[in-house]
């Protein structure tokens, strides 16, 4: 079935630790991929976002992605996580012949310990 | 510039009662997206409107409707509520069609009792 996955329902890490937050895709083409950060009770910030081109995206606060075409995989990082960092992780895609919406994945909740 | 802005931020209703829910795109936005999200879960796309018009509807009964204003705002409104609807309802807008650039507001968040 067609989906998004998000294998890790909840992670914690220490303050200063590296981060990595794992999103798989079931699509037949690649779809267009996004990572947003929702903090609680708030609304959808994007991170980044991958369309084609180089596989290492940058984004805000210090996050990156790897587009792994080979395992189908979008996965966010972060060297060093601060506790403002602590918020739900949601993976989508847009699909490239469908482009009229977003679909998301279950959501990461990352806490922070100091 | 400003965001994507929905109100009213909180409201409670009772099963049965019907609920308008708001939403202003950001300036330059023609296009407005409603996205439900249920607690613990994803946000999960229930239409798109794009110059008033709606353009794409995912699995949800006709009970959700909507409009979009030539101003490009918009609202949803949900009928006959049930208690399977509380949860927090999101808006996106975009410039065109495609959903590769949309900006969030803070969401309504709407308790069904």
């Known amino acids: 079935a067609q989906s998004v996955t998000q294998p890790d329902i909840h992670i914690t890490v220490s303050e200063g630790a590296s981060l990595e937050l794992r999103c798989n895709y079931s699509?037949?083409?690649?779809?267009?991929l996004f990572w947003y950060v929702q903090s609680p009770g708030q609304g959808l910030q994007l991170l980044l976002k991958?369309?084609?081109?180089?596989?290492l995206v940058q984004g805000i606060k210090g996050f990156e992605a790897e587009f792994k075409r080979s395992q189908s995989s979008f996965n966010l990082r972060k060297p060093s996580v601060h506790w403002s960092d602590a918020a739900e992780y949601f993976c989508?895609?847009?699909?490239?012949?469908?482009?009229?919406?977003?679909?998301f994945g279950t959501g990461t909740r990352l806490q922070v310990f100091p | 510039e400003t965001g994507v802005t929905q109100s009213p931020t909180h409201l409670i209703k009772t099963r049965g009662q019907q609920v308008t829910l708001r939403c202003s795109s950001q300036?330059?936005?023609?296009?407005v997206s409603w996205y439900q999200q249920a607690l613990g879960q994803g946000p999960q796309f229930i239409f798109q409107?794009?110059?008033?018009?709606?353009?794409g509807r995912g699995n949800f009964p006709p009970r959700f409707s909507g409009l979009q204003f030539p101003n490009y705002s918009s609202e949803l409104n949900v009928n006959a509520l049930e208690l399977d609807d509380s949860a927090l309802y999101l808006c996106?807008?975009?410039?065109?069609?495609?959903?590769?650039?949309?900006?969030f507001g803070q969401g309504t968040r709407l308790t069904v009792v």
């Open positions: 996106a807008s975009s410039e065109g069609l495609s959903n590769t650039e949309a900006f």
């Open positions: 409107y794009y110059r008033e018009e709606e353009n």
């Open positions: 989508a895609v847009v699909l490239v012949y469908n482009t009229d919406k977003l679909i």
């Open positions: 699509y037949g083409a690649t779809p267009y």
């Open positions: 991958y369309f084609s081109g180089d596989t």
């Open positions: 300036s330059g936005h023609n296009t």
